[in-house]
């Protein structure tokens, strides 16, 4: 029999059945199960704001210590309420593979992002969440919330707030997806929507147990084929398939940034351009309270880290990552007046300037690097690897000029719609 602890909410305990569910479709179908459910300092503490909180065990230490005293030889949590550091008698056995990591925003019902009223009210447990909320429409104020799923849920039904930030994986686990709800972009918790088993170190027969349901396995041969390697990526081997390369600075005569005082609105399209645009502008000695008076775009949320990285605190970012996504947001932006610089890659998409040019409005353009292919040294057999990571379209250009052989379509990974438009030419 194999004793489980976890939280005493209703989600928790879906949850435990969930991992004994993957356990069973394992053929581990002679196992027995024993279940306790417990409350944390988290589910007994509502007045205490989670936006400051480091990752501690606010919501593990009373279940943990269940298990460091043998009462249970499990305890299962979201993944993602992990403490930074495990207590030095546990380790995790198992990291399920979980279900969607998005971030949600459950509406009031008969609205939606764009009709939602001025200054709407949004709930929020998080600083990353807050981000998230401002970017959707700057008007929008976080308001912090504490509880269950169905309490913060409940503050929308009952029109308290006007609508809430939660995990996506939480609505699928309690079959609550007919809500009307919007993904956000952008990134999530770590490990958000996954599932992690702990066990006693010295508690080797967890380790066997729960060895057929750890995800952590299942990925270890992972090629990434784009610059930089996010951080906490399961990956074995880094296959950069492309390099960026500067293009030279003119004088400042003859560079769109003479026009600096004239233009409206800054908007970006890559990180790239945010890391060359501000090196062209501290080689010209641009005044950093010039620049950031100006309106800033971003066509994603790597690029809006990006700026925010240099300093620039109000960021707009459309709800899709792409140039349709930007030119949608654009729409909603008078921009009668506006004198727009988009400073980019020397060879682009057209969507976004095209949608500039009917919409009427004033823009230029600004080279500032070019991409290429480079020559790949990894000459490893194809089918030996899980997965396939394609960053950009360039990464898959590049890849058909290095390689004769496709992987499998289940092996390969796309990052953004664009990405996976040109993918599907050669697959």
């Not at 939280?7 to 053929?27: A, H, M, W, Y």
């Not at 196992?31 to 990752?55: C, I, P, V, Y």
């Not at 058909?400 to 438009?421: H, Q």
Request: aromatic share 8%.
């Amino acid at each position: 029999m194999i004793k489980i602890v976890a939280r005493n909410s209703k989600l928790s305990k879906i949850q435990v059945q969930e991992v004994i569910d993957e356990l069973l479709e394992k053929k581990e179908k002679d196992l027995t199960f024993e279940k306790l459910f417990l409350q944390a300092q988290g589910d007994k503490d509502l007045a205490t704001s989670l936006k400051d909180m480091d990752h501690n065990d606010f919501f593990t230490q009373e279940i943990d210590m269940c298990v460091i005293e043998g009462i249970s030889d499990v305890a299962i949590h979201s993944a993602k309420d992990l403490p930074q550091q495990l207590d030095e008698n546990l380790h995790i056995v198992a990291l399920t593979q979980g279900v969607d990591s998005a971030d949600v925003i459950v509406i009031r019902e008969g609205f939606d992002l764009n009709s939602l009223p001025l200054h709407a009210r949004i709930g929020s447990s998080s600083k990353r969440r807050d981000s998230a909320i401002a970017a959707l429409r700057p008007d929008f104020i976080p308001v912090d919330i504490r509880g269950t799923i169905e309490q913060r849920l409940d503050l929308v039904k009952t029109e308290k707030l006007h609508a809430v930030v939660i995990a996506k994986a939480a609505l699928i686990r309690l079959n609550l997806t007919c809500l009307n709800y919007e993904e956000i972009p952008g990134p999530t918790a770590q490990y958000q929507g996954q599932l992690a088993i702990v066990a006693r170190k010295d508690n080797t027969a967890m380790q066997s147990v729960f060895a057929s349901i750890d995800y952590r396995k299942k990925f270890k041969k992972v090629v990434y084929f784009g610059l930089t390697p996010p951080k906490g990526l399961f990956y074995t081997h880094h296959v950069p398939l492309i390099e960026v390369s500067p293009l030279p600075l003119t004088s400042l005569e003859k560079s769109p940034l003479r026009d600096l005082a004239s233009y409206t609105h800054l908007i970006f399209t890559s990180m790239q351009g945010v890391k060359f645009f501000f090196k062209a502008c501290e080689t010209y000695s641009i005044d950093s309270p010039v620049l950031f008076k100006k309106i800033f775009i971003a066509i994603g949320p790597s690029t809006k880290s990006a700026l925010e990285k240099e300093g620039v605190k109000s960021v707009l970012m459309p709800s899709v990552a792409t140039q349709e996504g930007l030119s949608s947001l654009l729409a909603t932006i008078d921009l009668t007046h506006a004198y727009c610089l988009l400073p980019s890659a020397k060879i682009t998409r057209v969507h976004l300037t095209l949608a500039l040019s009917l919409q009427g409005v004033r823009f230029k353009k600004y080279p500032l690097y070019e991409t290429s292919s480079v020559k790949s040294k990894f000459e490893q057999d194809i089918d030996q690897f899980d997965q396939y990571i394609f960053t950009s379209p360039s990464t898959v250009e590049a890849y058909r000029e290095n390689y004769a052989k496709w992987p499998s379509k289940d092996k390969v990974k796309a990052i953004g719609p664009i990405t996976d438009r040109k993918l599907k030419l050669y697959l």
